[in-house]
C-alpha cells in the first residue's frame, strides 16, 4: 500500500516490528543542520483531540546525550525513516557512531540525506514520517520505576528524552 498525507490513518503498521525488530533513524534538525541516530524504540498513536479528532503522533525515545538529542532540542521537527533490510549495516554504523565525534556520520553509509521542506529523510527510506515537535520532555529520574533506574539509568547513564511529534507528512510504503 502506498502511503501519503491524506491515507496514513488508515494503514496498518507492524508498530512493534517496526521499532523493535526492524528499527529506523530518528533525524532532527534542517538540510543545513542535522544529525540522525538508529532508534530501537518509538511509539505512533493519537493524543489531544475528541475521538477522530485528536493530533496523530510518533514518539521518540532520545537519551539526553544523544547529539541528535542537542539538534531536536533546537529546532521544531524530525523525521522518523524506515528501510529495507538490507540497509541494517547502515543502522548500526549511526547507532554506534556519534555526530559528536564523527560531524559527517552519513558518509560512513550507503544513505543519501535529501531535503523534505525543512526537515531531513533519505532516498533509500522506505517509510518516512515527518513531524513537527510539539512536545518534549526530560524523563524524571524519580518516576522511572525502579528496576529500570537501576540498570539503564545506573552509574550515571544519561536519562531519555520524550519528544512527541505530530505527523505532518507521510511517504513510502508498508505491504498490505
Ligand atoms: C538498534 C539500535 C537502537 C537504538 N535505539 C536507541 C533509542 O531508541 N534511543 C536512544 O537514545 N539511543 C538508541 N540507540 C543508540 C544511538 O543510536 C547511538 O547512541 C547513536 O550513536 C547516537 O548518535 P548521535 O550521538 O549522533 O545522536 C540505538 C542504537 C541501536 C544500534
Not at 534542517?30 to 514518539?59: F, R, S
Request: charged share 25%; net charge negative.
Amino acid at each position: 500500500m502506498q502511503i501519503n498525507k491524506d491515507n496514513f490513518t488508515s494503514a496498518k503498521y507492524d508498530v512493534f516490528s517496526l521499532f523493535n525488530d526492524h528499527w529506523g533513524l530518528a533525524t532532527a534538525g534542517t538540510p543545513d543542520d542535522y544529525n540522525t541516530m538508529t532508534i530501537g524504540w518509538g511509539t505512533m498513536g493519537t493524543i489531544w483531540g475528541p475521538p477522530k479528532g485528536g493530533k496523530q503522533i510518533i514518539e521518540v525515545f532520545l537519551r539526553e546525550n544523544r547529539c541528535t538529542t542537542d539538534v531536536l532540542l533546537r529546532n521544531d521537527y524530525f523525521t522518523v525513516c524506515f528501510f529495507p533490510e538490507e540497509k541494517r549495516k547502515d543502522l548500526g554504523i549511526l547507532g554506534s557512531k556519534s555526530g559528536w565525534d564523527v560531524p559527517n556520520k552519513i558518509e560512513l553509509t550507503s544513505l543519501t540525506p535529501k531535503p523534505l521542506g525543512n526537515a531531513v529523510g533519505f532516498e533509500e527510506a522506505t517509510l518516512t514520517f515527518v513531524c513537527k515537535k510539539i512536545y518534549a520532555h526530560k524523563m524524571l529520574h524519580e518516576e522511572v520505576p525502579e528496576d529500570v533506574r537501576n540498570t539503564m539509568y545506573a552509574n550515571g547513564n544519561p536519562i531519555h528524552y520524550v519528544f512527541m511529534g505530530e505527523i505532518v507528512d507521510v511517504f513510502g510504503s508498508i505491504d498490505d
